[in-house]
């Protein structure tokens, strides 16, 4: 974004928010105190209506119940049917019309003045008492001279049964009432649990908005407002059990009319401050934008490489402290450049030397790769000795079986019995031990059993190396939770380390033994070798480290044992002094039960 657009944009935030932050509140808050004003007007206004409603209703509502309750209509015959109904007329003096009709809606009398009664009279009248309640009943509807009202009271006559009846009104009767309640720029209406019966002279019909948002509320026929989105209103009942109410209406672009004028006006307002400020930055920043020109170029020139760039230092003003300011970043550029240059060559032979350690690490991992490859070897070829083996185990002992003891074979029979178990034995170990699984399988098992079980791939090794061998395993047998491959292994890579350190020296040993100590089953492998010096003890645990000098030995054994006794919940602790041999400890958690039983 140019320094131009950002000026104006501030002067625009600046000048514009006041307005947005004081003006369109105040505007807001009222927009909300109009509203509410107004409708405390329109409840005001409709609980008046209301009260002069029912205050014209309640003779008329008298003259029916005394004309219901004066006799059973069903009863009388037409006669004095119609003799009942004149008298309504001559009570009621704004009705022109009155009728009798019988629980199944059949006219049983009908009195009219000059105009007569029609058949959308007697409709109304059975509208107006259908499913309503003993009392007084309205139902508004149209005739050719206009809208008229159907005034109907219902009355019991027997079994249940209920004859309606009616009297018909002027729709101006009530219109009047609601003209005097209609507020300016609104309407008044007549309402029956949210149908319109009659609205004031000036009073059109409610928008599809306007009764969805009124829908609810008078429902309920209580007294109440709505600040709706698109009415304001305000209605009062009529009575306590009748279901009207009195309805002012006034539409929300009616009532808001001042503020809409209002926010109109400011936001005019804001569009003639908006083209201002734009002038005026415009004006401003141009000033500025040849100045920021000329450092851009340099800056430009600058990045591909010319440090000998400079730029006028021209006034006081920010464009020359910038100006300044980028002359001396060229001249520490400049002798940036020259340290980096040196730098750079310093940096290579550092890469050139990690290059070749790298090269030797992979070399190692490679030398890993091969071991592993050499274990499944192992393993393959233990199998296949293994099913030789069998073979001859069993021959041998068929043998003895069928030989008796003095023979001169016997001896030399029992002797390939012997060596055939042992090497039976070895194989078997052997694809335990290559036979391992990438997660460990945590079982309870006997420390000393490991041991053995470990020592057993090995023996051969020591004796043919002529290093002594001492093994002091505990009684009773401590137990631990473990994987009996992996902790093999942790003990087959402590026994090689110690061998490797023994070879070479003159009486040089290895002790191994188990023990329990508090919680903990220790394996101890002790070697009287050459040890390991001060500066490397803390290492010896790291990949790839190793002292021994052959190449074969890639530093991974202890890393690996270290890492294996850990996901066991133990821990390896190493004392050594040169010339003096190394002990390792393996320290691991007893299993409960072997604890609970101690």
Request: with cysteine; hydrophobic share 45%.
């Amino acid at each position: 974004m140019t320094l131009q657009r950002k000026l104006a944009l501030f002067l625009l935030a600046a000048s514009l928010a006041p307005v947005a932050g004081v003006g369109f509140p105040i505007l807001a808050w009222a927009q909300r105190e109009l509203g509410r004003r107004a409708s405390a007007e329109h409840l005001a206004r409709a609980r008046s209506g209301a009260a002069s409603l029912a205050v014209e209703l309640a003779p008329i509502d008298a003259s029916l119940s005394a004309v219901a309750e004066s006799g059973r209509p069903d009863r009388l015959d037409e006669a004095e049917r119609r003799a009942l109904l004149a008298g309504l007329l001559r009570q009621v003096p704004a009705a022109d019309a009155s009728a009798l009709v019988d629980a199944g809606g059949k006219a049983r009398a009908v009195v009219a003045g000059s105009g007569g009664a029609s058949d959308a009279f007697l409709g109304a009248v059975r509208a107006a008492g259908e499913g309503a309640p003993a009392g007084l009943a309205l139902h508004a509807y149209d005739e050719p001279d206009g809208a008229h009202l159907a005034v109907v009271h219902a009355v019991a006559v027997r079994d249940g049964r209920r004859w309606l009846v009616g009297a018909r009104l002027g729709a101006e009767l009530l219109q009047r009432r609601l003209d005097a309640a209609a507020p300016e720029g609104g309407a008044a209406y007549l309402v029956d649990r949210g149908r319109v019966l009659v609205g004031s002279a000036a009073a059109g019909p409610l928008d599809g908005a306007a009764r969805a948002e009124l829908a609810g509320p008078l429902e309920a026929v209580r007294a109440g407002a709505l600040q709706g989105r698109s009415v304001l209103a305000a209605w009062a009942p009529i009575g306590d059990a009748t279901g009207w109410s009195v309805l002012v209406a006034v539409p929300a672009e009616v009532a808001y009319a001042p503020i809409v004028g209002l926010r109109h006006a400011a936001l005019t307002a804001c569009a003639l401050v908006t083209l201002g400020v734009l002038a005026l930055s415009f004006l401003v920043a141009r000033r500025t934008t040849a100045g920021l020109a000329r450092i851009d170029a340099a800056a430009r020139a600058l990045g591909a490489g010319e440090v000998a760039v400079r730029l006028p230092v021209d006034g006081r003003d920010e464009i020359a402290a910038v100006s300044r300011t980028f002359n001396a970043m060229a001249d520490e550029l400049g002798s940036a450049r020259g340290r980096l240059e040196r730098w750079n060559e310093d940096l290579k032979r550092e890469v050139d030397l990690r290059t070749r350690e790298l090269r030797d690490a992979q070399a190692q991992l490679l030398e890993a790769q091969k071991l592993a490859g050499i274990g499944q070897l192992g393993a393959g070829v233990a199998h296949e000795i293994n099913n030789p083996l069998t073979g001859i185990l069993g021959n041998a002992q068929l043998l003895l079986e069928t030989m008796p003891r003095q023979h001169p074979d016997r001896e030399s029979l029992e002797k390939i019995e012997t060596l055939a178990r042992r090497c039976r034995d070895i194989t078997q170990k052997l694809l335990r031990f290559s036979q391992q699984r990438a997660e460990p399988d945590f079982r309870e098992l006997d420390a000393n059993r490991v041991v053995s079980e470990s020592l057993a791939l090995v023996e051969g090794h020591l004796r043919a190396a002529g290093i002594p061998l001492d093994v002091s395993l505990a009684a009773p047998p401590p137990r631990v939770r473990g994987d009996p491959g992996h902790l093999a292994q942790v003990v087959l890579n402590l026994v090689s380390n110690a061998r490797t350190a023994c070879l070479g020296k003159a009486g040089a040993g290895i002790r191994i033994a188990t023990r329990r100590r508090g919680e903990d089953v220790e394996i101890e492998v002790r070697d009287g070798g050459k040890g390991i010096s001060p500066e490397n003890l803390p290492r010896i645990f790291e990949p790839f480290f190793t002292t021994k000098d052959l190449w074969s030995n890639v530093g991974l054994g202890l890393s690996v044992s270290y890492r294996i006794v850990a996901e066991h919940g133990g821990r390896i602790d190493v004392e050594s002094r040169c010339g003096d041999g190394s002990t390792f400890t393996v320290r691991l958690p007893v299993v409960p039960s072997a604890m609970s039983a101690a």
